[in-house]
């Protein structure tokens, strides 16, 4: 095996998962956020070269991923994932209020606008620090770290306000 | 650090090390740091959504399909520049022409050895498919495995000859074998012998009612016991 084929090898065992999840909460369909996954890895594989230090990967494959996800609106206007009526995932063996409650979180998180939303992604799904956040997002860091403080305050509003939507949220 | 901005960071950031060692002599800091941790515990558990089975093997099955496509033709242009363009062009007219002189049809032993040696690779895969994940693909063709001789590693479609068929690898006691099940309606290759062999595989072909079961394995071993075991576990629905 080529050292090229090893280097894939561990990038996709390391990463697939968490790219995976972070792709389905793109665009809440399991179908769409494996294909993104493959067409991720299979660019990252004919540009490996690329790559210089192994410990940039996440951001350059989440780079990638991105890019791959926005060409999908491109071909497709109109697919936008309907929040509301998302058929929500089967989270493993927790109880009926466990699930409840993970049900409600899924939703505020969709309610979320994206500019939001997918900072905290990137940080809670992928483990992502905020200069990597902001490398990946092209933004500056007190930006990302705004968003960030921003989605969890109004999460947190949300969910305390007895699940209530929003209404009128600050930007 | 004042009450606001150690609000803002934590609120960024509930692992922020230089917020959370501030808030170490501050109980009421320390709540909110607690607070925050576990909110993010809790919304982390939301987002685990499951990751489907066996995803790693198939991105790396499509990067090697990848690899097979692309590497191959390239250095094909590579080493053939302009002068050599006449001489493969000839090479291509005077293979046309046997081909269509002797119409040699293309046994279907030999198609199974050169897609063996084609996804080599796929012999020595260790990660298990399930049964369940075989047979979900077999469906599709009309067919299901009661059970295997030995774990499935590599199961996918392939194009055998023209024909969309499932290529299977399961790990025997004899060493990794390899599976194709080629429906039978359709096909175009012709099986003079069943079986086949070269220096280092050798093979069977059995056919099915509705598909034929060919069988590849390593020489010397027992190809007709497993051959028997597989196409006796193969029920067409």
Known sequence: MTTKQKRYESLVQVYHSELYRFAYWLCHDPTVAEDLVQETFLRAWRSLESLQDDNAAKPWLLTILRRENARRFERKQFDYADVENDTLVDNRSVTLDEEMEQTVIQRQIGKLSAEYREPLLLQVVMGCSGEEIAEILELNKNTVMTRLYRARNQLKEALTE????????SN | MDELEFRRRLFADPNDTEVIDHAIDNPEQQSLVDELQDFDAQLKSALQVEVPAGLADRILV????????????LAWYRKYDKPFATAASMVLAVGIYFMSATSAPLQAGEHALEHVYYEVNALERSQ?????????????????????????????????????????????????????????????YKHNDSHFNDER?????????????????????????????????????
């Open chain 1, 162 to 169: 007895n699940h209530e939507p929003i209404k009128g949220a």
């Open chain 2, 62 to 73: 499509q990067q090697q399909e990848d690899q097979a496509s692309n590497v191959i033709p």
């Open chain 2, 128 to 188: 298990e498919v399930a049964l369940q994940v075989v047979n979900e693909k077999l469906a599709m063709l009309g067919g299901q495995f009661d059970s295997l001789p030995g774990k499935v590693t590599y199961a996918t479609f392939c194009n055998f000859k023209g024909q969309k068929s499932l290529h299977l690898v399961f790990q025997s006691e004899h060493g990794p074998m390899t599976v194709f099940i080629v429906p039978a309606q359709g096909n175009e």
């Open chain 2, 201 to 237: 595989f050798a093979g069977m072909i059995g056919n099915g009612q509705k598909a034929d079961t060919i069988l590849v394995a390593d020489i010397g071993t027992p190809i007709e016991d497993y051959h028997n075991e597989v196409s006796g576990a193969l029920r067409w629905l």
